[in-house]
Nanobody
């Protein structure tokens, strides 16, 4: 059973960089052909796919966030991370990590973390 767990600060100041880590257990982030994605849900809005890192290490990003998003990984810890720079209060959301079993990232997800609330406020 694959399990994912998000961790990171719950409060970030405007203009700073939001950094979150997803720790995966029950499966390696480097095996098979899975993507490992970050998704967010602002209050009162729908889910927004942000980007993903493939088992090979390649990355894929939402065009609307590409200039401010970086996804990386630490294979020794079986973790992948999200960095979103220059945040504004509009980045306030519940952030999820998820496994993405598709050939094209961002279409569907089969395992999810529980989500972590991040608030952007001074």
């Amino acid at each position: 059973q694959v399990q994912l767990q998000e961790s990171g600060p719950g409060l970030v100041k405007p203009s700073q960089t939001l950094s979150l880590t997803c720790t995966v257990s029950g499966g390696s982030i480097t095996t098979n052909y899975y993507y490992w994605s970050w998704i967010r849900q602002p209050p009162g809005k729908g889910l927004e796919w942000m980007g993903a890192i493939h088992a090979s290490g390649s990355t894929s990003y939402s065009p609307s966030l590409k200039s401010r998003t970086a996804i990386s990984r630490d294979t020794s810890k079986n973790q992948f991370t999200l960095q979103l720079s220059s945040v504004t209060p509009e980045a306030t959301a519940v952030y999820y990590c998820a496994r993405d079993p598709n050939m094209v990232a961002g279409t569907s997800f089969d395992y999810w973390g529980q989500g972590t609330q991040v608030t952007v406020s001074s």
